[in-house]
């Protein structure tokens, strides 16, 4: 007899999918932290801040299913039309609880789910779905593959800095340093953005502009968390660092580095990190995260910056043809 803790299957005949919801993103939060705790793992954004992406457009390009089990959350998904890599893709998601991971639960989302996703690529012309997961969470990644996605030879490499030493680069004469000055200043950062990722390929993708609403809205928000780097008075870069104070489980997240290209290879990035760095030292933190596509040059200033890698925040990528039956 399989004890409580044991992994079992749920009756399908209970099992059931319905459109997602504005009102699910509290239930979505609280899955999202299971599953990534059952991994040694803490979500990217909390409940609450959950609840406040699914106040905001994020499905505009897509929809969302949820999995019930009676009147038991037991897994979601959702598809919309998106960017990765220079590339259009309908980025797909999908969590599950343990339980319902065998295939006789599991298809009775994802059967709808890909059906999803192929009317998105219809709708938008993407031809393959993109998905990815923590590489420590083996368990989607044996259902995705199952379901007919294929590893990409990209990855996200997590970093994990301890602030024990912080390395102080060297800057270039007439850089500063300041808090960005938001909403007025969200048009310059989406200016930079966009000057500053040109090529995908290697870098992946900036922030969405949403995030820019997003993060100041969040309980804690400090103007020190969004930089922007002056040269000479002209804004040539900058850095945003996700940190909610109220929930110390969930560490610092470097989230984005960006410099125009021709100042590149001066100290610019580095400068901005490092005062990212001292910042939180200076509130008691003692653990920075961050990531950078193992294309990207980026991986090498974060080792000289004192970053090392970190298994939890290293992500591994997954595609589909959806042209395919």
Same mark, same amino acid.
């Given at each position: 007899m399989a004890s409580d803790t044991e992994p079992r299957t749920s009756g399908t005949d209970r099992?059931?999918?319905?459109?997602?919801?504005?009102?699910? @993103?509290? !239930?979505?939060? $609280?899955?999202?932290?299971?599953? =990534?705790?059952?991994?040694?793992?803490?979500?990217?954004?909390s409940v609450e801040a959950t609840v406040q992406l699914f106040n905001t457009p994020w499905l505009e390009r897509g929809a969302g299913l949820m999995l019930e089990d009676s009147t038991t959350i037991a897994g979601y998904g959702w598809a919309r039309d998106s960017a990765w890599n220079g590339? +259009?893709?309908?980025?797909? @998601?999908?969590?599950?609880?343990? +339980?319902?991971?065998?295939? /006789?639960?599991?298809?009775?989302?994802?059967?709808?789910?890909?059906?999803?996703?192929?009317?998105i690529s219809q709708r938008y012309h993407t031809p393959a779905a993109l998905t990815y997961y923590r590489s420590v969470d083996t368990a989607h990644v044996a259902i995705v593959r199952a379901i007919g996605f294929s590893d990409m030879p990209v990855a996200m490499v997590g970093f994990?800095?301890?602030?024990?030493?912080? #390395?102080?680069?060297?800057?270039? !004469?007439? $850089?500063?340093?300041?808090?960005?000055? $938001?909403?007025?200043?969200?048009s310059l950062l989406l200016s930079l953005n966009h000057q500053a990722f040109d090529n995908a390929a290697i870098q992946g993708e900036p922030l969405h502009e949403q995030y820019f609403d997003l993060?100041?809205?969040?309980?804690?928000?400090?103007?020190?968390?969004? $930089?922007?780097?002056?040269?000479?008075?002209?804004?040539?870069?900058?850095?945003?660092?996700?940190?909610?104070?109220?929930? #110390?489980? =969930?560490?610092?997240?470097? =989230?984005?580095?960006?410099?125009?290209?021709?100042?590149? @290879?001066? *100290?610019?990035?580095?400068?901005?990190?490092?005062?990212?760095?001292?910042? =939180?030292?200076?509130?008691?933190? *003692?653990?920075?995260?961050?990531?950078?596509?193992?294309?990207?040059? /980026?991986?090498?200033?974060?080792?000289?910056?004192?970053f090392r890698p970190d298994p939890i925040r290293t992500y591994f990528f997954f595609t589909k043809n959806l042209t395919d039956n």
């Open positions: 099992l059931s999918v319905r459109p997602l919801v504005q009102e699910d @993103g509290r !239930a979505v939060g $609280l899955l999202m932290q299971e599953v =990534c705790r059952e991994f040694g793992a803490e979500p990217l954004l590339s +259009r893709y309908v980025q797909v @998601g999908l969590f599950l609880r343990n +339980r319902y991971r065998a295939p /006789a639960s599991f298809q009775i989302l994802t059967t709808p789910l890909l059906e999803l996703a192929r009317d994990r800095h301890d602030l024990k030493h912080i #390395p102080e680069p060297r800057p270039p !004469a007439g $850089l500063s340093i300041r808090p960005a000055r $938001l909403p007025e200043e969200k993060l100041p809205s969040l309980a804690g928000f400090e103007p020190e968390q969004i $930089l922007i780097a002056e040269l000479d008075r002209q804004p040539v870069g900058h850095a945003v660092l996700h940190f909610q104070p109220d929930k #110390p489980h =969930c560490g610092p997240e470097l =989230c984005e580095v960006a410099v125009l290209p021709k100042h590149r @290879g001066r *100290g610019i990035g580095p400068t901005l990190v490092h005062r990212l760095l001292v910042w =939180c030292r200076s509130r008691g933190v *003692g653990t920075v995260f961050t990531g950078s596509f193992s294309t990207n040059p /980026a991986a090498a200033m974060y080792w000289r910056l004192g």
